[in-house]
T-cell receptor, first 112, second 112 residues
Framework: DAGVTQSPTHLIKTRGQQVTLRCSPI?????VSWYQQVLGQGPQFIFQ???????GRGNFPDRFSARQFPNYSSELNVNALLLGDSALYLC???????????FGSGTRLTVV | GQQLNQSPQSMFIQEGEDVSMNCTSS?????WLWYKQDPGEGPVLLIA?????ELTSNGRLTAQFGITRKDSFLNISASIPSDVGIYFC????????????FGQGTTLQVKP
């Protein structure tokens, strides 16, 4: 079975640009969450979506937005990129309920 | 951002030794999770704990959900070279929001 897939794997953007990251959850998983992991730190929660609705939002500026599609895949958008947005962006999916989350391999975003 | 207090920050041990790491929080969690992350990959779920006092094993790994619901530990017995990586604890307040709070990670190195 395919795990959580994320695209692209690596991305280089210039300050001020916009970026869209994509995530396909494990088949049957309706919940998708996004995390930002800066080098040397644990992942930080950005968003969770379930059944196309936002269920939770972390402490990130409005430049960060996301959406979930009817097939449960998701996109994370970041506008007006800053150097500090350089990080590994992780997507995780899960079944509804108190289950552990399965993470993808992430998208490495570098802002120059 | 909010993080758990995870210790030790790093460990350098001999193959065959046992390892112990722990996480503490000022907040109560309903779920504790332990993940391992290899370079360039997303975190992989090792053990999930759902009830205070619960002790769960997965092969050479054992983890416990603290009685106060504010802490958890992970033990690895008879370490082997492939145990090398970064171990993260994560706490979850509610399964409805999908928000995991991660520790800073424990970097484990094993000397053959």
């Amino acid at each position: 079975d395919a795990g959580v897939t994320q695209s692209p794997t690596h991305l280089i953007k210039t300050r001020g640009q916009q970026v869209t990251l994509r995530c396909s959850p494990i088949s049957g998983h309706k919940s998708v969450s996004w995390y930002q992991q800066v080098l040397g730190q644990g992942p930080q929660f950005i968003f969770q979506y379930y059944e196309k609705e936002e269920r939770g939002r972390g402490n990130f500026p409005d430049r960060f937005s996301a959406r979930q599609f009817p097939n449960y895949s998701s996109e994370l958008n970041v506008n007006a990129l800053l150097l500090g947005d350089s990080a590994l962006y992780l997507c995780a999916s899960s079944l509804e309920g108190p289950y552990g989350y399965t993470f993808g391999s992430g998208t490495r975003l570098t802002v120059v | 951002g909010q993080q758990l207090n995870q210790s030790p920050q790093s460990m350098f041990i001999q193959e065959g030794e046992d390892v112990s790491m722990n996480c503490t929080s000022s907040s109560i969690f309903n779920t504790w999770l332990w993940y391992k992350q290899d370079p360039g990959e997303g975190p992989v779920l090792l053990i999930a704990l759902y009830k205070a006092g619960e002790l769960t094993s997965n092969g050479r790994l054992t983890a416990q959900f603290g009685i106060t619901r504010k802490d958890s530990f992970l033990n690895i017995s008879a370490s082997i070279p492939s145990d090398v990586g970064i171990y993260f604890c994560a706490g979850q307040l509610s399964s409805n929001t999908g928000k995991l709070i991660f520790g800073q990670g424990t970097t484990l190195q094993v000397k053959p």
